[in-house]
């Protein structure tokens, strides 16, 4: 099994609609989470760290589920620049610098 | 700022040919790290680094080395170049302190092993 696994997608979105997608992680003992989004041939970057409260940033929102041990991120209003592939991440066990990062979500969003 | 830059963006070897991949970062930050990327997987750690002069081995570190000798700089080296590392390769750094402290990505070296 493997640490963190996402459904690969794609997700075809219309422009304007609402997409969630999750990712579970097997280390229980794993403390921090992100999103990173990845566009077509290039570098990660954040999106959003996940807190345990859940958080929100603008159209996104990110929840974090302990007891099953998965994240969530939620777009509202989606944009066409929205499309890219969503990258969900944890911390390594015992470590709070070396992460493992799931294999991405491939999002497309149609006009 | 430059960010975190990653030389070169290209490359084509041929089996046992040797290159060293460069990353440079200009944010001061101590830890760094070298991935690679391959289709249908995550980014998977081949080597880090959590300050100048240390090195350790990730999840993936047979058949690279690497050397910190400047904060600044990363160095991930290919002795022996075989078809199995073609892959794309990122350098990523962050500062100290904290759980939530952001990655920062260079744009990626593209290397094929023929």
Known sequence: RKEVEQDPGPFNVPEGATVAFNCTYSNSASQSFFW??????K????????????NEDGRFTAQ??????????????SKL??????????NRRGSNYQLIWGAGTKLIIKP | NAGVTQTPKFRVL??????????A??????????YRQDPGMGLRLIHYSV????????????????????????????????PSQTSVYFCASRRTGGDYNEQFFGPGTRLTVL
């Open chain 1, 36 to 41: 990173y989004r990845q566009d077509c041939r």
């Open chain 1, 43 to 54: 570098e990660p970057k954040l999106l959003m760290s996940v807190y345990s409260s859940g």
């Open chain 1, 64 to 77: 974090l589920n302990r007891a099953s041990q998965y994240i969530s991120l939620l777009i509202r209003d």
């Open chain 1, 81 to 90: 620049s929205d499309s890219a592939t969503y990258l969900c991440v944890v």
């Open chain 2, 14 to 23: 041929k089996t046992g040919q040797s290159m060293t991949l460069l990353c």
């Open chain 2, 25 to 34: 970062q200009d944010m001061n930050h101590e830890y760094m790290y070298w």
């Open chain 2, 51 to 82: 300050g100048e002069g240390t090195t350790a081995k990730g999840e993936v570190p047979d058949g690279y080395n690497v050397s910190r000798l400047k904060k600044q700089n990363f160095l991930l080296g290919l002795e022996s170049a075989a």
